[in-house]
Antibody, heavy 115, light 110 residues
Framework: QMQLQESGPGLVKPSETLSLTCTVS????????WSWIRQPPGKGLEWIGF???????NSNPSLRSRVTISIDTSKNQFSLKLNYVTAADTAVYYC?????????WGQGTLVTVSS | QSALTQPASVSGSPGQSITIPCTGT?????????VSWYQQHPGKAPKLLIN???NRPSGVSNRFSGSRSGNTASLTISGLQAEDEAHYYC??????????FGGGTKLTVL
Protein backbone atom coordinates (compact mmCIF):
# COMPACT_ATOMS: atom_id res chain seq x y z
CA GLN A 1 0.00 0.00 0.00
CA MET A 2 1.38 3.40 -0.96
CA GLN A 3 0.85 6.67 0.82
CA LEU A 4 -0.26 9.77 -1.08
CA GLN A 5 -0.37 13.34 0.16
CA GLU A 6 -1.91 16.32 -1.62
CA SER A 7 -0.41 19.78 -1.13
CA GLY A 8 -1.15 23.25 -2.42
CA PRO A 9 -3.03 26.46 -1.66
CA GLY A 10 -6.36 26.09 0.08
CA LEU A 11 -7.69 29.35 -1.36
CA VAL A 12 -7.61 30.41 -5.00
CA LYS A 13 -9.10 33.55 -6.51
CA PRO A 14 -11.63 33.34 -9.36
CA SER A 15 -10.09 33.25 -12.84
CA GLU A 16 -6.72 32.17 -11.43
CA THR A 17 -5.01 28.76 -11.62
CA LEU A 18 -5.45 26.01 -9.05
CA SER A 19 -2.19 24.08 -8.58
CA LEU A 20 -1.88 20.92 -6.52
CA THR A 21 0.89 18.35 -6.08
CA CYS A 22 0.58 14.77 -4.91
CA THR A 23 3.63 13.23 -3.25
CA VAL A 24 3.85 9.44 -3.32
CA SER A 25 5.72 7.39 -0.74
CA UNK A 26 6.11 3.73 0.07
CA UNK A 27 6.79 2.58 -3.45
CA UNK A 28 7.75 3.42 -7.00
CA UNK A 29 5.54 5.33 -9.39
CA UNK A 30 6.69 3.13 -12.26
CA UNK A 31 4.09 1.04 -14.01
CA UNK A 32 1.08 2.78 -12.52
CA UNK A 33 -1.58 5.26 -13.52
CA TRP A 34 -2.11 8.22 -11.19
CA SER A 35 -5.41 10.04 -10.87
CA TRP A 36 -7.03 13.24 -9.67
CA ILE A 37 -10.61 13.15 -8.38
CA ARG A 38 -12.61 15.92 -6.74
CA GLN A 39 -15.70 16.20 -4.55
CA PRO A 40 -17.63 19.47 -4.18
CA PRO A 41 -18.99 20.00 -0.66
CA GLY A 42 -21.95 17.70 -0.06
CA LYS A 43 -21.77 16.20 -3.55
CA GLY A 44 -20.41 13.12 -5.28
CA LEU A 45 -17.05 12.20 -6.74
CA GLU A 46 -15.97 13.62 -10.08
CA TRP A 47 -13.09 12.20 -12.08
CA ILE A 48 -10.66 14.93 -13.22
CA GLY A 49 -7.99 12.96 -15.06
CA PHE A 50 -5.12 10.50 -14.93
CA UNK A 51 -1.52 10.24 -16.02
CA UNK A 52 0.62 7.19 -16.65
CA UNK A 53 4.17 7.08 -15.31
CA UNK A 54 5.26 7.26 -18.96
CA UNK A 55 3.52 10.63 -19.26
CA UNK A 56 0.42 9.62 -21.24
CA UNK A 57 -2.65 11.31 -19.80
CA ASN A 58 -6.32 11.96 -20.30
CA SER A 59 -8.92 14.10 -18.59
CA ASN A 60 -12.63 14.60 -18.15
CA PRO A 61 -14.05 16.10 -21.36
CA SER A 62 -15.94 18.68 -19.30
CA LEU A 63 -12.67 19.97 -17.81
CA ARG A 64 -10.19 19.13 -20.56
CA SER A 65 -9.71 22.65 -21.86
CA ARG A 66 -8.64 23.82 -18.39
CA VAL A 67 -6.73 20.82 -17.01
CA THR A 68 -3.05 19.94 -17.15
CA ILE A 69 -1.69 16.88 -15.37
CA SER A 70 2.04 16.25 -15.18
CA ILE A 71 4.36 13.78 -13.50
CA ASP A 72 7.90 13.91 -12.09
CA THR A 73 8.93 10.37 -11.21
CA SER A 74 12.33 11.56 -9.96
CA LYS A 75 10.53 13.41 -7.18
CA ASN A 76 7.77 10.79 -6.77
CA GLN A 77 5.19 13.49 -7.53
CA PHE A 78 2.41 14.25 -9.95
CA SER A 79 0.57 17.52 -10.30
CA LEU A 80 -2.70 19.12 -11.32
CA LYS A 81 -3.27 22.54 -12.79
CA LEU A 82 -6.79 23.83 -13.36
CA ASN A 83 -7.04 27.18 -15.13
CA TYR A 84 -9.67 29.89 -14.93
CA VAL A 85 -11.31 28.58 -11.79
CA THR A 86 -14.75 29.63 -10.60
CA ALA A 87 -16.72 28.96 -7.43
CA ALA A 88 -17.93 25.73 -9.04
CA ASP A 89 -14.37 24.38 -8.72
CA THR A 90 -14.53 24.56 -4.92
CA ALA A 91 -14.05 20.98 -3.77
CA VAL A 92 -11.98 18.49 -1.88
CA TYR A 93 -9.33 17.33 -4.33
CA TYR A 94 -8.00 13.78 -4.02
CA CYS A 95 -5.03 12.15 -5.65
CA UNK A 96 -5.03 8.38 -6.07
CA UNK A 97 -2.99 5.49 -7.39
CA UNK A 98 -4.60 3.70 -10.30
CA UNK A 99 -7.22 4.48 -12.89
CA UNK A 100 -10.03 1.96 -12.38
CA UNK A 101 -9.65 0.89 -9.70
CA UNK A 102 -8.01 3.59 -7.63
CA UNK A 103 -6.40 1.50 -4.93
CA UNK A 104 -4.75 4.06 -2.67
CA TRP A 105 -6.02 7.59 -2.00
CA GLY A 106 -4.64 10.70 -0.39
CA GLN A 107 -6.58 12.22 2.49
CA GLY A 108 -7.84 15.00 0.23
CA THR A 109 -7.34 18.75 0.37
CA LEU A 110 -10.07 21.39 0.34
CA VAL A 111 -9.61 24.09 -2.25
CA THR A 112 -11.93 27.07 -2.01
CA VAL A 113 -12.34 29.48 -4.90
CA SER A 114 -13.18 32.89 -3.55
CA SER A 115 -12.02 36.48 -3.84
CA GLN B 1 -19.88 11.80 -20.63
CA SER B 2 -22.80 11.05 -18.35
CA ALA B 3 -22.46 9.89 -14.77
CA LEU B 4 -23.40 6.32 -13.98
CA THR B 5 -26.84 6.03 -12.37
CA GLN B 6 -27.16 5.02 -8.72
CA PRO B 7 -30.11 5.43 -6.35
CA ALA B 8 -29.63 8.40 -4.06
CA SER B 9 -30.34 6.32 -0.98
CA VAL B 10 -30.97 2.81 0.29
CA SER B 11 -31.62 1.49 3.76
CA GLY B 12 -31.67 -1.76 5.64
CA SER B 13 -31.75 -3.21 9.14
CA PRO B 14 -28.80 -4.83 10.86
CA GLY B 15 -28.26 -8.36 9.61
CA GLN B 16 -30.16 -7.80 6.38
CA SER B 17 -28.71 -7.67 2.87
CA ILE B 18 -28.99 -4.75 0.49
CA THR B 19 -28.02 -4.28 -3.15
CA ILE B 20 -26.96 -1.04 -4.81
CA PRO B 21 -27.27 -0.93 -8.61
CA CYS B 22 -25.04 1.12 -10.90
CA THR B 23 -26.36 1.55 -14.43
CA GLY B 24 -24.28 2.66 -17.36
CA THR B 25 -24.02 1.80 -21.02
CA UNK B 26 -22.25 -0.64 -23.28
CA UNK B 27 -19.46 1.96 -23.54
CA UNK B 28 -18.64 1.79 -19.88
CA UNK B 29 -20.12 -0.65 -17.32
CA UNK B 30 -21.29 -3.15 -19.92
CA UNK B 31 -18.21 -2.99 -22.11
CA UNK B 32 -15.30 -3.43 -19.72
CA UNK B 33 -14.30 -5.42 -16.65
CA UNK B 34 -12.87 -2.27 -15.07
CA VAL B 35 -15.77 -1.51 -12.76
CA SER B 36 -15.07 -0.67 -9.12
CA TRP B 37 -16.94 0.17 -5.94
CA TYR B 38 -15.87 2.49 -3.11
CA GLN B 39 -17.08 3.19 0.41
CA GLN B 40 -16.80 6.69 1.83
CA HIS B 41 -17.46 7.66 5.42
CA PRO B 42 -18.02 11.36 6.25
CA GLY B 43 -14.85 13.39 6.11
CA LYS B 44 -12.79 10.45 4.87
CA ALA B 45 -11.27 9.47 1.57
CA PRO B 46 -13.01 6.74 -0.43
CA LYS B 47 -11.92 3.17 0.20
CA LEU B 48 -11.79 0.56 -2.55
CA LEU B 49 -14.22 -2.31 -1.91
CA ILE B 50 -14.51 -4.12 -5.24
CA ASN B 51 -12.40 -4.06 -8.39
CA UNK B 52 -12.87 -5.62 -11.82
CA UNK B 53 -16.62 -6.05 -11.25
CA UNK B 54 -16.43 -8.69 -8.53
CA ASN B 55 -12.94 -8.95 -7.03
CA ARG B 56 -12.44 -8.12 -3.40
CA PRO B 57 -9.05 -6.63 -2.48
CA SER B 58 -7.19 -8.15 0.42
CA GLY B 59 -8.57 -6.95 3.74
CA VAL B 60 -12.10 -6.17 2.51
CA SER B 61 -14.83 -8.08 4.33
CA ASN B 62 -16.46 -10.93 2.40
CA ARG B 63 -19.80 -9.35 3.30
CA PHE B 64 -19.19 -7.11 0.28
CA SER B 65 -19.68 -8.61 -3.17
CA GLY B 66 -19.97 -7.30 -6.71
CA SER B 67 -21.69 -8.53 -9.83
CA ARG B 68 -22.85 -7.35 -13.22
CA SER B 69 -25.72 -8.02 -15.57
CA GLY B 70 -25.59 -6.27 -18.91
CA ASN B 71 -24.97 -2.56 -18.38
CA THR B 72 -25.76 -2.67 -14.65
CA ALA B 73 -23.23 -3.47 -11.97
CA SER B 74 -24.34 -4.18 -8.43
CA LEU B 75 -22.83 -4.06 -4.97
CA THR B 76 -24.37 -6.35 -2.37
CA ILE B 77 -23.70 -5.97 1.32
CA SER B 78 -24.80 -8.91 3.44
CA GLY B 79 -25.18 -9.05 7.21
CA LEU B 80 -25.55 -5.27 7.47
CA GLN B 81 -23.68 -3.67 10.34
CA ALA B 82 -23.89 -0.19 11.80
CA GLU B 83 -20.43 0.68 10.47
CA ASP B 84 -21.61 0.01 6.92
CA GLU B 85 -23.56 3.28 7.04
CA ALA B 86 -21.72 5.40 4.47
CA HIS B 87 -21.84 6.62 0.89
CA TYR B 88 -21.07 4.12 -1.87
CA TYR B 89 -19.79 4.98 -5.33
CA CYS B 90 -19.29 2.91 -8.45
CA UNK B 91 -16.95 3.86 -11.26
CA UNK B 92 -16.01 2.49 -14.63
CA UNK B 93 -13.44 2.80 -17.34
CA UNK B 94 -14.96 3.88 -20.65
CA UNK B 95 -14.34 3.18 -24.32
CA UNK B 96 -13.19 6.79 -24.66
CA UNK B 97 -10.25 6.04 -22.35
CA UNK B 98 -11.84 8.08 -19.60
CA UNK B 99 -13.30 7.29 -16.19
CA UNK B 100 -16.83 7.94 -14.98
CA PHE B 101 -18.28 7.79 -11.46
CA GLY B 102 -21.78 7.09 -10.30
CA GLY B 103 -23.65 9.79 -8.43
CA GLY B 104 -23.30 7.92 -5.14
CA THR B 105 -25.71 6.13 -2.82
CA LYS B 106 -26.20 6.89 0.86
CA LEU B 107 -26.72 3.72 2.86
CA THR B 108 -28.65 4.10 6.11
CA VAL B 109 -28.58 1.26 8.61
CA LEU B 110 -31.88 1.47 10.48
Amino acid sequence: QMQLQESGPGLVKPSETLSLTCTVSGGSMSGYFWSWIRQPPGKGLEWIGFIHYSGDSNSNPSLRSRVTISIDTSKNQFSLKLNYVTAADTAVYYCARGRVPSDDWGQGTLVTVSS
Amino acid sequence: QSALTQPASVSGSPGQSITIPCTGTSSDVGGHNYVSWYQQHPGKAPKLLINEVSNRPSGVSNRFSGSRSGNTASLTISGLQAEDEAHYYCNSYTSSVTVVFGGGTKLTVL
